[in-house]
């Protein structure tokens, strides 16, 4: 059963605002808030009670070994530019969202085209979702590659472990 919630009074939490304000950490504000006797004031409640006065929503909790849930944040809906008619008129250097975006629209449109039987605006669209495909594969940057993968580091490894134990057991004296 959780305990009950210490309340501050408003001049205290305008101390923890001001030293956030400030740019100090929430522990040194419990810490100051400490010396000067407020009780309660640890650093874990400072930091509550700041997120609470700045409209956050509480942190949530998970069991060891889970990770813990984000929240969706949405970006500010801002504009998309319009889909381009062909494919030609997509400019170099368009961001992956916006292509993410424009490749959903020509889905939906080429779905439109499909159920009116509209043969052009099908091909068009299937071209132009290709386009952006392929637009969006190179906007995407290549996955790094890992060395513990290759299969010469791999030989080099087993190399090492097999010397490795050779040299101990020349050293304790077995053969």
């Known amino acids: 059963m959780p305990r009950e919630k210490r309340d501050f009074p408003p001049e205290?939490?305008?101390r923890m605002r001001a030293g956030e304000r400030a740019g100090k950490s929430a522990k040194v504000i419990a810490a100051e808030l400490t010396k000067a006797g407020v009780e309660g004031a640890s650093a874990a409640t400072v930091s509550r009670r700041?997120?609470?006065?700045?409209?956050?929503?509480a942190k949530l909790r998970t069991l060891k070994g889970e990770a813990p849930k984000r929240a969706v944040q949405t970006a500010p809906t801002a504009e998309a530019p319009p889909l381009p008619e062909t494919p030609e008129d997509i400019p170099d250097g368009t961001d992956v969202s916006?292509?993410?975006?424009?490749?959903?629209?020509?889905?939906?449109?080429?779905a439109t085209?499909?159920?009116?039987?509209n043969l052009a605006g099908i091909g068009a669209m299937g071209r132009l979702v290709a386009t952006l495909l392929e637009h969006r594969r190179k906007a995407t940057p290549d996955p790094k590659p890992d060395p513990n993968?290759?299969?010469d580091m791999v030989a080099a490894a087993k190399r090492a472990r097999e010397d490795l134990h050779t040299l101990i057991s020349t050293a304790v004296g077995r053969e």
């Open 12 to 14: 205290i939490l305008a």
């Open 50 to 57: 700041l997120r609470e006065l700045r409209g956050q929503p």
């Open 98 to 110: 916006t292509l993410d975006h424009w490749i959903e629209v020509a889905k939906r449109n080429g």
């Open 113 to 117: 085209a499909e159920t009116e039987k």
């Open 149 to 151: 993968e290759h299969p």
